[in-house]
Each structure stands twice: as structure tokens, then as C-alpha cells.
């Protein structure tokens, strides 16, 4: 199955229509996006990696039933990504920023010059204490406006929100953060 | 954010920062805003480099895929199946209806063939000989059920007459005697008036088709008569004088059949007959058929 024909599965049902060619395809389209929307939030390869298997399971636990699934499958998914990222929160200690630092730079190290490097590890050391006096609300939105590159139209569907809430969501966000941001820095 | 300018002025930066610009650049766009908008937008390069340094191991997806795939074929049915099992339903929802429609059909039939011309159900009982006709087997068959039906139009005029009725019928039967404005047709009496279409040469002591209307006195007033044909087709199987027998059917040539294409025995024909009052088939026409 191309991308665009995975595309066309809008909701949890045809999933279930889906032949085994077809739903790697389907994987390998959704687990790159939701890989990234969990690490922005909580900043570690391994908790990324086990949240992100854990929406495929959950996915495939909910198709055995029979109730909602007329839902969208992206909303599904980043929902379903959302809560384990809270619950993932909870438990969470603070260095995690310095704990994707360490990855980032022993992973891309031989790959990038020392500039590039410095202006990453200057993004991740303050964005992520910067994100985290946000509201979960705001943080999932931030989280899908920069690591999913959708409009605000694809956010609202996304989030099951009205265009016009999400605007409003934006801006609270953005100068929230913008302020966090702003002191850390 | 909707008709607040500066809402909406922000979000148009933060899309030209995403769309790869200079943070310099956009913020010079806004002299207003520069000031308030900068540590935001700050914090959205941030933000952005930070999601660009973001990339899923290969490994990790893979084996992610295998667990998934695993979990998902021992819970979703896979299309075959469910497209078998979909099958199977709508041939047993099809199955159903037909049958359903069937005995619905063959009630009907069963309650339209007491029916005569006008009554409601009557449509029926024509559509039911009509499709008996075109399904019989042979050219023999179908002959027989014409002379069947013959003496069914027959019996329905005649219970439109005793009944009073006026109504439009077509039937056929033998011509007993011809006088100047009436005929004898199968024992009833068919008025011809001057205005009846009169359609070739009409000869007594042969069957003819008759459309009318049948009239409370108990005559039929014709619209129009013309000879009734019959045709029938098949391999000749005997041929001796003026007797023919095409697919066991006896048929008689007179000095006014045309024969066509030099029909003979183990020829395929095509004839066209008129029926005696005796019942013999009298040929007008034999041609060979070339399939």
C-alpha cells in the first residue's frame, strides 16, 4: 500500500480492512508520527519507542470490538498517544532534557559539525523545561503543530476541537511558551 | 485567534518560519510586533529544530512492526475471510429473495389465470404464457401451447359474453361461414362492420385472428381479422407428395405454397402454416434456413 493509499484508511474500521501488506504499510506510515509526537513531549528514545508500540496494541485491542470505530485513525492514534505520554509524565524525572541530549549528540555526532550540534543541543536543553510549565492541552498541541507539520484545520480533526478553539489554544500556547522560553533562555 | 490582528498576524510568522525563513526577516515584516512577537518566535525555532532532531530508529520500527503485525493476526480478520463470510451472506440474501419473489410470482400466476381481458391480473396471466412459451423446449411444443392458448382466448370471449361485458379481446378460431357484415368465428358471431381491416385473403374452414370488442348482445364487433399463422421450425424428417414432417410435426403443402431455397429432407426450415378446421397445417411457406 503507497502512502496516499494508506491515506485513504480515514477510519478505525477500514483498518480492519486492511490485508497484511497493508497494514505494514500502514505502520510504517503511522509509527515515524507518532514516534515523533511522543518524543518531543517526553524526550526519551525508550519511553518514544514502548509508547509508540503501545498505541499499535491498544489499536488492535479496540478493532476487536464493535463501538466507535467510525472514528478518524489519526485522531484515534494521537489521542491514544497523548494519554500514555501523561501517564508517562507522572512518573517522569526532570533530566530527561539532558537524557536527549546525551542520545541526540552521541547519535548524530559523526554526522553533524560542531555548530550545528551547539545549536541543536541549545534548542533541546531549553525548549523541553520550557514545555513543561505548559498544560497538557497546549504541550499536545504544540507537539502536533511542530513534529506532524498540519494546519491548524488537520489539528482541529486531529483533536476533535473546533477550528476556532484550536486558534485560541494557539495563542495561549505560544505566548506561554514563548515566556517560559524566553526566562530559561 | 480568528479577527484579532495580531493573533493572526502571529500566526502568519509562525507558518513563515516553518516554511524555512529567516527569523530576522519575518520579525522585520512587523516592526509593530517585533518586540512581542520575538522570544515567541524564538521559542518556535527552538521548538522546531528540536522536532527536526527527532528521527525513529529503523531497528525500532521494525521490530515495532513485527509485534504488531503478530498481535493484529491473531485479532482482525483479514479481508479473505471476511469478504468470504460477506459473500456467503448476500448469496443467502439473494437466495432468499429470489425464492420469495418466486412464490409471489407463481401465486400470482395460479390466482391470474381464472383472469379475463380488463381484469386487473390479466397482464399476469399473458406474462406467464408468454415466458412458458419462450422457454419450451421445441418447435413442436411451442405449437401445441399456441393451439392451447387458441382455445383459452376462445373460453375468456365467451365468458365476456355471457357476463354482458364490453371489452377490447383477441382471439382466434375457426371461420365457420362468412356473410356480407357478419362471420361465424369458433361458434360466435363477429360483426364486420365497414370500417374492419380486412388484412389479406380470409378463406373459410381455417382459423383466423380476430381483435374486437366484445358487446353486450353477445357478439364481437371486429376491428380487424386476418388469417391466423403458425410457425414453426426444425429439420425436415420426412418428405413424401404434398406431406411434410418438420420436428414431428405433419404439415401439408397445397398449390399455393412457396417453397424457398430448395427445402428437402435433413434441410432446417422455417414454416409458416395455416391451420384447417380439421386441425391440418397447411403450409404457405417452406424456406431453408441457413444458421
Known sequence: MSRRNTQVVENLNEVKRLNREELKAFHDHYYPMLYRYVYFRLGDVQSSDEITIQVFSKLIGFLGGRRGLSKNIGAWLFDQAKSLVEKQMHGQSASSAQNHVTQLTTRYISRQDAASIHERYQNIRFVRPALSVLSNQEQHYLALRFTQSLTLEEIAVLMGISIRRVRSLQVRALTSFGQAFDRIA | MGRDPKNRTLEICVQRLQSGEDLEEVLESYPRWSATFRPILQAVQAAMGYAESIHPDEDMLEESKLIFLETASGNIDYPPRSSRRNVFRVAIFLFVMLLLLSISFW?????????????????????????????????????????????????????????????????????????????????????????????GEIQTGFFVSVNGITHPEGVIVANEVKMREYSLEGLVEEHRGDKWVIENVQVITSSETFLHGEPDVGSDVLVIAWRTAGGELVARLIETVVR
Open chain 2, 107 to 199: 401465486q400470482l400466476v395460479r390466482v391470474s389465470s381464472e383472469n379475463l381481458p380488463g381484469d386487473f391480473l390479466y397482464p399476469i396471466k399473458q406474462l406467464s404464457e408468454y415466458l412458458r412459451f419462450n422457454t419450451a423446449s421445441n418447435s413442436s411444443g411451442r405449437l401445441l401451447l399456441e393451439y392451447t392458448y387458441d382455445e383459452k382466448r376462445i373460453r375468456e370471449v365467451e365468458h365476456l359474453l355471457s357476463r354482458g361485458e364490453s371489452q377490447e379481446v383477441n382471439f382466434s378460431g375457426r371461420l365457420e361461414w362468412m356473410k356480407i357484415g357478419e362471420w361465424m368465428v369458433g361458434d360466435m358471431r363477429v360483426l364486420i362492420p365497414d370500417n374492419t381491416r380486412i388484412i
